[in-house]
T-cell receptor, first 113, second 114 residues
Framework: DTEVTQTPKHLVMGMTNKKSLKCEQHMGHRAMYWYKQKAKKPPELMFVYSYEKLSINESVPSRFSPECPNSSLLNLHLHALQPEDSALYLC????????????FGPGTRLTVT | GQNIDQPTEMTATEGAIVQINCTYQTSGFNGLFWYQQHAGEAPTFLSYNVLDGLEEKGRFSSFLSRSKGYSYLLLKELQMKDSASYLCAVRDLASGAGSYQLTFGKGTKLSVIP
């Protein structure tokens, strides 16, 4: 099973809402990633979790809060977002932090109104 | 930081061969990746090069020259379904983090025409 799943597929939220994006993998991978991708742009790294510990936070605003409850799950908590945060949010996992292959989930299409 | 450059768009004919180039500047280089991304979908892994030379995988091949900061993706026997964006990505060791990070180029949109 080389699948990374993400829920929800689509999310529309107001600027005062609190919501969470979820990502799950059952490949025993120990590195998990959040990326943000705007239309016609490449994915941009937001966070890296290595063995369930946050190892990279690419200067992401605090209105995005990641959480790794266990080795299979990765959440992204959203609060007080801005319309410019509307994007495709991609989760990925890799066997180890230095494994060369990252498997991407299908993404959550987020619209902030 | 990284500076990754690849052409914005390319067009090629079904059945032909196309080469997509990527140049990069980075410190702590630890591999170059090619991903394919269809519109509205997640990127899918195509290839990985960390040593100089050519890696072949079916209709797809990828080449790396570390001294020149250069890679290319070669697609043979093009099919209509190969129309997609092709993303070059460079991995390096994030300073102070003890982890690798992947930085993507802007992507090359390939259109395959009959």
């Amino acid at each position: 099973d080389t699948e990374v799943t993400q829920t929800p597929k689509h999310l529309v939220m107001g600027m005062t809402n609190k919501k969470s994006l979820k990502c799950e993998q059952h490949m025993g991978h120990r590195a998990m990633y959040w990326y943000k991708q705007k239309a016609k742009k490449p994915p941009e790294l937001m966070f890296v979790y290595s063995y369930e510990k946050l190892s990279i936070n690419e200067s992401v605003p605090s209105r995005f809060s990641p959480e790794c409850p266990n080795s299979s799950l990765l959440n992204l908590h959203l609060h007080a977002l801005q319309p410019e945060d509307s994007a495709l949010y991609l989760c990925a996992s890799g066997g180890t932090p230095d494994a060369y292959e990252q498997y991407f989930g299908p993404g959550t299409r987020l619209t902030v109104t | 930081g990284q500076n990754i450059d690849q052409p914005t768009e390319m067009t090629a004919t079904e059945g032909a061969i196309v080469q997509i180039n990527c140049t990069y500047q980075t410190s702590g280089f630890n591999g170059l990746f090619w991903y394919q991304q269809h519109a509205g979908e997640a990127p899918t892994f195509l290839s990985y090069n960390v040593l100089d030379g050519l890696e072949e995988k079916g209709r797809f091949s990828s080449f790396l020259s570390r001294s020149k900061g250069y890679s290319y993706l070669l697609l043979k026997e093009l099919q209509m379904k190969d129309s997609a964006s092709y993303l070059c990505a460079v991995r390096d060791l994030a300073s102070g983090a003890g982890s690798y990070q992947l930085t993507f180029g802007k992507g090359t949109k390939l259109s395959v025409i009959p």
